[in-house]
């Protein structure tokens, strides 16, 4: 199913879109792709943010990031 939008861009909008076009894309496709891409890294980084408040709330992996922390700081060269 397909929906017909109507939006305003602004200078630098106009200016990103001109720059997927010049790709050989349709106005149709560079901004489908736009929207596609900006909500999959909108996804992954609250993926990833999961994922690291997870890794944050494992003591035993806390524990042994600070021993290799330690370990890398004695095995550092002085000077």
Known sequence: MSQAISVRLDDEAVRALGRLEATGMTRS???RAALVEAASRLHDKRALAAEV???E???DDRAEMLAVADL???L???G
């Open 29 to 31: 496709e560079a901004i």
């Open 53 to 55: 408040a997870a890794l």
């Open 57 to 59: 709330a494992d003591e």
């Open 72 to 74: 890398m700081e004695s």
């Open 76 to 78: 550092r060269a002085s």
